[in-house]
């Protein structure tokens, strides 16, 4: 086994051994699986009513939600939105990370939309496990977005910057489950109109959101692919303005 604080193999023999009878919320770790019987988590509520339903009530802590789409439809804008909402509601800043867009970019996108700028921290992910072990550090956020799985291409193979993504995306769910920070995974599209990288994401994430947009239309209809916390194989529609999607 490898050791989660410092990476070694092999040397986890003592730590295995103290682990047995933790618990999470009360429950051994080691216990029946009926001793969940009755535990409950809080879904982290957006306050966006359509998001908040595509969700079946909003995140749930822990989990990792894929949006994908092609460009210009509103993954960005919605996962702006829904970070500033949640961390309004925990207390708790949000933390954006981002290697398309610079620092700049994502505060006049947060400005335009009229969310407040204090509430974000930002940082480029290109080494998570550094910004992970920080972030633990100086205080859990709220919610986490990655925008985007595509920031993880290596031009030089294309292999390489498939296995970069994956890495990088179990590095992330790993991380979120732990902590029980929800994540949110910003997504492009392939040529087929599905998850760019393969279907490897799309069987990792505990939620996906499809997003179109309507020719000629400010109507984004956002299909919930999947949700293994909900309903799915359902769509809701929001429409694109100045200060956002409503």
Same mark, same amino acid.
């Given at each position: *086994? ?35 019987? #009755? ?74 939309? =009229?969310? #407040? ?11 998570? @496990? ?5 972030? *633990?550090? $100086? ?10 799985? @595509? ?10 910057? =498939? ?13 979120? @489950? ?7 995974? $910003? ?10 990288? #393969?279907?490897?994401? #799309?069987? =990792? ?26 309903? *799915? ?14």
């Amino acid at each position: *086994a490898q050791c989660p604080q410092c990476r070694a193999w092999n040397t986890c023999a003592a730590c295995e051994a103290g682990a047995k009878g933790s618990t999470v919320n009360g429950v051994p770790l080691d216990g029946p699986l009926n001793a969940w019987d #009755g535990v409950q988590f809080d879904r982290v509520r957006t306050g966006i009513p359509q998001l908040d339903e595509a969700l079946s009530g909003g995140f749930v802590p822990g989990t990792s939600t894929i949006f994908f789409g092609e460009k210009n439809c509103g993954k960005t804008t919605l996962a702006l939105q829904a970070a500033f909402w949640v961390a309004v509601r925990l207390r708790r800043h949000a933390l954006y990370l981002s290697n398309e867009q610079a620092a700049v970019e994502i505060n006049a996108a947060a400005k335009r939309l =009229e969310l #407040g700028t204090g509430y974000f921290r930002f940082a480029n992910p290109a080494d998570l @496990q550094t910004i992970y072990g920080s972030a *633990a550090r $100086v205080g859990l956020p709220s919610i986490v977005v990655i925008d985007s799985l @595509q920031a993880f291409d290596d031009c030089q193979s294309q292999k390489r910057g =498939e296995n970069r993504r994956k890495q990088a995306f179990i590095d992330g769910r790993n991380w979120g @489950q732990k902590t029980g920070v929800p994540m949110i995974w $910003v997504s492009q599209v392939n040529a087929d109109a599905k998850i760019k990288g #393969g279907p490897f994401f #799309g069987h =990792e994430a505990n939620a996906i959101l499809k997003f179109r947009q309507r020719q000629g239309s400010d109507v984004r209809e956002i299909y919930v692919d999947k949700n293994r916390s909900g309903k *799915a194989q359902f769509s809701i529609n929001m429409t694109m303005t100045a200060k956002g999607l409503v």
